[in-house]
T-cell receptor, first 112, second 112 residues
Framework: DTAVSQTPKYLVTQMGNDKSIKCEQNLGHDTMYWYKQDSKKFLKIMFSYNNKELIINETVPNRFSPKSPDKAHLNLHINSLELGDSAVYFC???????????FGPGTRLTVL | ELKVEQNPLFLSMQEGKNYTIYCNYS?????LYWYRQDPGKSLESLFV?????AVKQEGRLMASLDTKARLSTLHITAAVHDLSATYFCAVGKETSGSRLTFGEGTQLTVNP
């Protein structure tokens, strides 16, 4: 009965590789998000989709590309991984754009 | 640009004591959230505050919102060890769509 799920939970990879993180929500929400939490625990929004449409695209390198195949899924693909990409990435969802956001368990990405 | 500041950033307190965490934000907002994060875990929604003067309580935690002062407080009453976690406030604005701006987080440690 997981509300917002992410896979994988841990991801360890070499610099230069391409990787994807998947997110699914079963709450029937219309809006989904990707956040990055750095080593100091600072949380910053990266992207937001509402009904599969991109509505927030923060200043994020274009190596990061979100994809929303349907409103229950929002995946994050990262090309040419760099050391500075190491962080915890959280997916979240909300009923509509101004509502309370519910967070997934996070994916800890380590780039070596 | 909306800025959100929390203080203190680190708080070590004894069980049984009371304390308050402050969250200041720089521009008008129409919603404020408090989240809890345990080490290595996701963010758990604690409170949603939507109007000036809103006060919500859950157990030993009470949150309030003063939109005129652009200030929210999270008051801890008779702290217990189980409250040890990092607490984040997050501020949103309808004109910014779904964007939430998070504070830096307050790392609370409750000592026996």
């Amino acid at each position: 009965d997981t509300a917002v799920s992410q896979t994988p939970k841990y991801l360890v990879t070499q610099m230069g590789n391409d990787k994807s993180i998947k997110c699914e929500q079963n709450l029937g929400h219309d809006t989904m998000y990707w956040y990055k939490q750095d080593s100091k625990k600072f949380l910053k929004i990266m992207f937001s989709y509402n009904n599969k449409e991109l509505i927030i695209n923060e200043t994020v390198p274009n190596r990061f590309s979100p994809k929303s195949p349907d409103k229950a899924h929002l995946n994050l693909h990262i090309n040419s991984l760099e050391l500075g990409d190491s962080a915890v990435y959280f997916c979240a969802s909300s009923l509509w754009v101004a509502n309370e956001q519910f967070f997934g368990p996070g994916t800890r990405l380590t780039v070596l | 640009e909306l800025k959100v500041e929390q203080n203190p950033l680190f708080l070590s307190m004894q069980e049984g004591k009371n304390y308050t965490i402050y969250c200041n934000y720089s521009t008008t907002s129409d919603r404020l959230y408090w989240y809890r994060q345990d080490p290595g875990k996701s963010l758990e929604s604690l409170f949603v505050l939507l109007s000036n003067g809103a006060v919500k309580q859950e157990g030993r935690l009470m949150a309030s919102l003063d939109t005129k002062a652009r200030l929210s407080t999270l008051h801890i009453t008779a702290a217990v060890h189980d409250l040890s976690a990092t607490y984040f406030c997050a501020v949103g604005k309808e004109t910014s769509g779904s964007r939430l701006t998070f504070g830096e987080g307050t790392q609370l440690t409750v000592n026996p």
